[in-house]
């Protein structure tokens, strides 16, 4: 297969501010759901990886900590024609603002997201 032919992954923007859960998570979006990830850890970096890449996809953990949520950087991605996902602790009758949005609700599994994508899980593959 030539560099020309090799299929791009869809990239995924992943914004969670608990490092752990964002290295758990973003190996199975990218091993499992086939992304090509980008994590950012709080709006600022978030923001900037939207000034240097282009997202298809983007899951967004709603609270950040010291204040900061994700919900205008949603709205924003959602113009552009991002599929959002928001993900939260809270659930969907405690969050109004995300109303026409797909919301997963914390703890969740790979499944859960791939449901919300629309996306598949990749076969596991062999060593």
């Known amino acids: 297969m030539t560099a020309s032919s090799t299929p791009t992954r ?3 923007l992943y914004v969670e ?3 752990i859960v964002a290295l758990d998570v973003s190996d199975g979006l990218e091993n ?3 992304f090509d990830v980008q994590i950012a850890h709080n709006l600022a970096s978030a923001h900037a990886k939207c000034g240097s890449h282009t997202f298809d996809f983007a899951l967004l953990d709603m ?3 010291n204040g900061e949520r ?3 950087l949603g709205l924003d991605l959602s113009r552009k024609g991002v599929k959002v996902v ?3 602790g809270y659930n969907r009758d405690e969050i109004g ?3 026409d949005f797909t919301l997963v609700e914390k703890p969740f599994q790979i499944g859960d997201i ?3 994508f629309g996306v598949q899980i990749a076969p596991a593959r062999l060593a």
């Open 32 to 34: 499992q759901l086939g």
């Open 114 to 116: 791939a449901a919300a």
């Open 70 to 72: 994700s919900i205008e």
């Open 86 to 88: 928001f993900a939260s």
């Open 17 to 19: 501010d608990e490092v």
């Open 97 to 99: 603002e995300i109303c």
């Open 63 to 65: 609270n950040l900590g």
């Open 10 to 12: 869809p990239k995924i």
